[in-house]
């Protein structure tokens, strides 16, 4: 299946969730303190850099790729405290976890509807 444009053109509440995400993600080592930790404040910057990217990409004009992208900058946020070795930094790694999370649920229900949408109309 192409991962073509998408009918809803920027009007899906998961794009905003991510775009949001994107940018805590990105603010958290000064709003949390945790700036001081180059490995955990540089991941939350590229990783919040790419989730918001990801979401004004998808909120212009929507292609199911930018949500797999996203789907996996939320599922490396998640991971990253513990393969990157920064676990021990409680507020750096729940920040990672809890918004990968969101990040990661918003993009798999995403590619849901568009998916189940596609199959919708050309039924």
Known sequence: MAMETSWRG???VQDWINLVC????FISPWALGYSGDLMAARTAWVGGG??????IAALVQFAEWEDWVALIAGVLMIISPW???FAAMHF?????????LIVALASVSEIWTV????TTVSS
């Open 22 to 25: 994107g940018v805590l993600l």
């Open 92 to 100: 750096a790694a729940w920040t990672m976890v809890v918004l990968g």
């Open 83 to 85: 393969v990157l070795g």
């Open 50 to 55: 790419v989730i918001a990217v990801m979401g």
């Open 10 to 12: 920027g009007r899906s």
């Open 115 to 118: 998916r189940n949408h596609q």
